[in-house]
């Protein structure tokens, strides 16, 4: 699918309408990407958050991008795996990627960055999430014209090797 891509790097650097921030339910920064987010967009994202009172897992809220290159950073909240059914975790797995994308639609955001939500700390089995998010993107895609394009950033080579070979099946 062409509004589909696939990059291997930082997703902090990232010029785009919105980035994705795999969040824990406080919103209030953490370790990996979160973690990661939360210092280059600097102090104003902590407190912006601070007011948003948390975040449930599978939901979605849209803040100001602050100092990143992104204007928007859109915080979702995966599932932490082992904790729940596996069923469940899936289900909520896609309802992130889901409602990032309606609140993307939302706001007319043309261009959004995904990092591999629940695959770090929160140990969603590598190759299960990358078919849920492609799959879930996907279908998102097919029935809306916004976001014009999804590009799911990888940091490590074992996830942008998973992604490259479930999107050349595609």
């Known amino acids: 699918m062409s509004r589909i891509k696939l990059i291997q790097g ?3 650097q990232l010029a785009a309408d919105a ?3 795999a969040a824990n339910r406080s919103l209030l920064g953490g370790g990996g990407v979160d973690g990661a987010i939360h210092r280059a967009a600097g102090p104003e994202l902590l407190e912006y958050c ?3 009172n948390g ?3 599978g939901a979605a809220r849209l803040t100001p991008g602050f100092r990143l290159p992104a204007r928007y950073v859109i915080h979702t909240v995966g599932p932490v795996y082992g ?3 596996p069923e469940q975790a899936e289900k909520l797995l896609a309802d992130a990627y889901r409602n990032s994308l309606k609140l993307a639609a939302k706001y007319s955001l043309g261009r959004i960055a995904f990092p591999n939500i629940s695959t770090g700390v929160y140990g969603f089995p590598k190759e299960k999430a990358a078919e849920i998010a492609i799959r879930t993107v996907s279908g998102f895609l097919n029935a809306s014209d916004l976001p014009k394009e999804v590009i799911f950033v990888c940091f490590d080579d074992e996830n942008y090797r998973i992604y ?3 999107l050349a099946l595609k």
């Open 55 to 57: 975040c449930e897992t």
């Open 10 to 12: 930082d997703i902090t």
């Open 50 to 52: 601070r007011k948003l």
């Open 83 to 85: 904790t729940m059914p």
């Open 164 to 166: 490259k070979r479930m």
């Open 19 to 21: 980035i994705v921030n």
